[in-house]
């Protein structure tokens, strides 16, 4: 009997194990149930060379005990694995033992859920159009499966720069459910280093390392070319800490998406959002640099606290592109709101709180704060800011006339 209760108490504790559940609960509670397994099972061996009753009935409470602990066990476990099945197909939910690792095996295993799909719609679509007006790797991305990476604890600790690809989505289920905190002090981490072959970056650089990097077309393999598509953030709160450059957006993202998530900024980059160049890196191979050029982005609904200090340049978003549609923007501590050095068609309406601090301080020269920069703006375009100046610059503007935002008077403005 006794011996029947403890190899089902092992069996059990391997069940849970074989599940890889991510609850740290029922995995607390599979650590204790071990425990009690090898005590008891130390206890039974010494005992079985000894007659003594008044150990036998303290034992059999013992096990009377262990028998109770490993039924609710089981209870748990059917239990965690209804909780599993609340996500739908190609959601996959992170690890918050393992952040990075999980993150990095969602990545790899997503990807690979996604190939089947590429390569039938490559074929069925080349067979009947030919090859596609939008380049290899078109026809296969728009048929795969949006993989989506679920965040449901209450903090993620990621050491290392985070990858969004094509056809991925970061989500939680509860809005700001879920804090990721990324702190960019170990590899393989890319910074926001871009330069051309003469040194010059793409207007502003930090060398901050990155938080998350999303994506440009990259070539999984030699017949697996993942285009930048449908890459979303949602409902997260986000903490850079060392330094660290939140989010990067890699060349020419088509239809991102971030909406109801909080960026925190007070240890981190200058730059909360930054489009730019694909960053120089050997972990994955990326096609070569296209247009740099975001088309129909989507940032909804973001409250963004920046670094509370009057260093420049420095800016909330950095971006250019066609179709932009910025709405919902709440910004706290930002010298700049955000910066579109070009593009066309771009809507932005943003809410500054500019004030001291609550402890007093003025971290910021406040009437030098700007809400919002359209450089090469065009006439029907939309910037509109509550609580702080706006700047537009026509296209013939090539140098701040005044102190505001990110820029000092006299100085270059970026992009064209």
Request: hydrophobic share 35%; proline share 7%.
């Amino acid at each position: 009997m006794l011996k029947d209760i403890l190899q089902e108490a092992h069996k059990l504790c391997e069940s849970v194990t074989n599940t890889e559940l991510s609850n740290k609960f029922l995995a607390e509670l599979v650590e204790t149930l071990e425990q009690k397994v090898e005590t008891l099972e130390t206890e039974v061996d010494q005992i079985e060379t000894v007659d003594n009753s008044n150990q036998l009935i303290s034992l059999a409470a013992t096990v009377g005990k262990l028998t109770r602990d490993v039924s609710s066990l089981q209870v748990l476990l059917e239990a965690a694995k209804l909780n599993k099945s609340w996500l739908p197909p190609c959601h996959y939910e992170l690890n918050p033992t393992d952040p990075d690792g999980s993150w990095d095996e969602i990545i790899r295993k997503g990807q690979a859920v996604q190939e089947e799909f590429y390569h039938a719609g490559e074929q069925y679509w080349q067979a009947r159009q030919g090859d596609s007006p939008s380049g290899r790797g078109w026809y296969g991305t728009v048929s795969m499966p949006v993989i989506t990476i679920v965040a449901t604890a209450p903090v993620y600790n990621f050491h290392s720069t985070k990858r969004l690809p094509g056809r991925f989505r970061l989500w939680s289920p509860s809005r700001w459910g879920s804090t990721l905190r990324f702190h960019g002090n170990v590899g393989p981490t890319l910074h926001d280093n871009w330069t051309n072959d003469s040194g010059t970056p793409y207007g502003l650089k930090t060398d901050a390392p990155i938080g998350l990097y999303v994506e440009p077309t990259t070539d999984v393999s030699d017949t697996f070319r993942v285009r930048p598509f449908e890459q979303s953030i949602e409902n997260c709160l986000i903490v850079a800490h060392n330094g660290v450059l939140p989010i990067y957006l890699a060349d020419n993202q088509d239809r991102f998406w971030i909406r109801d998530c909080n960026i925190q900024q007070h240890q981190g980059a200058q730059v909360g959002i930054k489009h730019g160049p694909p960053i120089k890196t050997d972990i994955i191979k990326q096609a070569p640099m296209a247009n740099v050029y975001l088309a129909d982005p989507r940032f909804l609904d973001l409250q963004m606290e920046g670094p509370h200090n009057a260093q420049r340049p420095q800016t909330a978003i950095f971006a250019a592109g066609n179709n932009i549609h910025m709405r919902g923007l709440n910004l706290y501590g930002w010298l700049q709101g955000p910066y579109l050095h070009g593009g066309l068609n771009r809507y932005v309406q943003v809410q500054v709180h500019k004030s001291n601090t609550h402890d007093g301080r003025q971290p910021l020269p406040l009437n030098e704060v700007c809400g919002v920069t359209l450089n090469k703006y065009l006439p029907g375009e939309v910037a509109e800011c509550v609580g702080a100046g706006v700047a537009k610059f026509p296209p013939s503007a090539y140098v701040a006339p005044s102190t505001l935002g990110t820029h000092r008077k006299g100085e270059g403005l970026y992009g064209g």
